[in-house]
């Protein structure tokens, strides 16, 4: 008797994103998805009738949506916006990093539901601090610019190897406390 997990929308974007993750995202296919799932892949359309479009747009949502802490600020750890920020903008980085392959999708796919709900989050974490909405939504909106484009800059980087090593980690914490700097400015 074999029993295997059902197929559920969550299962198939885990799948898909692990083929994306191992082998690149040219190597997603339906075919190759349902392989994964032990479907055939017309199965896989019955959760995602939109086909491979609606499959892209949940792996985005899966890789983007990561809102901050948006908690009062102040807590027992007296945490205050900045180091907030800090510990979020690491786990997106790393996010985005462990999944480079669906990054490309980030930046060219329509799915701006997924990146405004992070983007909100950062804002409210901002109205949290006392910044006025105006401030917010822009620094918010360049905070998370920073953190796609630097971990597609990474991404790139490590790929390419080259002579030069390049301290990532500290490319990061440096663009990061700028960008928070520049935020007092806005």
């Known amino acids: 008797m074999n029993l295997r997990e059902p197929v559920t929308r969550d299962r198939i974007i885990e799948a898909a994103l692990h083929i994306v993750d191992g082998q690149g995202l040219g190597r997603l296919t339906m075919r190759r998805l349902g392989d994964a799932l032990q479907v055939e892949a017309m199965a896989i359309y019955h959760h995602l009738p939109r086909?491979?479009?609606?499959?892209?747009?949940?792996?985005?949502?899966?890789?983007?949506?990561?809102?901050?802490?948006?908690?009062?600020?102040?807590?027992?750890?007296?945490?205050?916006?900045?180091?907030?920020?800090?510990?979020w903008a690491a786990a997106y980085r790393a996010r985005l990093v462990e999944h480079a392959g669906v990054l490309p999708l980030l930046v060219t796919r329509r799915n701006p539901a997924a990146l405004a709900t992070t983007s909100r989050s950062v804002g409210e974490v901002l109205r949290?601090?006392?910044?006025?909405?105006?401030a917010a939504v822009p620094a918010a909106h360049t905070?998370?610019?920073?953190?796609?484009?630097?971990?597609?800059?990474?991404?790139?980087?490590?790929?390419?190897?080259?002579p030069e090593t390049?301290?990532?980690?500290r490319q990061f914490e440096q663009g990061l406390e700028i960008v928070l700097a520049g935020s007092l400015m806005v």
Request: net charge negative; no cysteine; glycine share 18%.
């Open 166 to 169: 390049v301290d990532w980690d």
């Open 128 to 134: 949290l601090a006392g910044f006025l909405e105006s």
């Open 51 to 87: 086909g491979k479009e609606e499959l892209l747009d949940g792996l985005v949502a899966y890789v983007a949506i990561l809102p901050a802490d948006t908690r009062p600020l102040g807590g027992p750890g007296g945490d205050d916006w900045r180091g907030r920020l800090r510990t």
């Open 143 to 162: 905070l998370l610019s920073f953190l796609i484009g630097h971990a597609a800059l990474e991404v790139r980087g490590r790929e390419a190897g080259g």
